[in-house]
Nanobody, 123 residues
């Protein structure tokens, strides 16, 4: 089992920046592909970004390309999501996920999920 805990959410004005962190338990963090998803009220849980085990490969949803950056520090068992030029439509609960078979753009490609952290962007 892997436990994931997100942090760094909050309220920010449109155009601002925020960095989310996801801390993972265990000593095999580098074996997992990692992803970020988000879910707004009444909406599906949508893919945001993903990163490979070693960090060499990243995927982004079209809606966040050029604004968000995913990264990881395997020595700290942590994955990050740096968000800039935030828009009101970025408002959602953001979830961190870990997949034993590497990175994926789909929610079913992940085996473990955090509890989420709220990001609210005011206009």
């Amino acid at each position: 089992q892997v436990q994931l805990v997100e942090s760094g959410g909050g309220l920010v004005q449109a155009g601002g920046s925020l960095r989310l962190s996801c801390a993972a338990s265990g000593r095999t963090f580098s074996m997992y592909g990692m992803g970020w998803f988000r879910q707004a009220p009444g909406k599906d849980r949508d893919f945001v970004a993903a990163i490979s085990r070693g960090g060499a490969t990243t995927y982004y949803a079209d809606s966040v390309k050029g604004r968000f950056t995913i990264s990881r520090d395997n020595a700290k068992n942590t994955v990050y999501l740096q968000m800039s030029t935030l828009k009101p439509e970025d408002t959602a609960v953001y979830y961190c996920a870990a997949g034993v078979n590497g990175l994926s753009r789909g929610r079913y490609g992940y085996d473990y999920w955090g509890q989420g952290t709220q990001v609210s962007v005011s206009s």
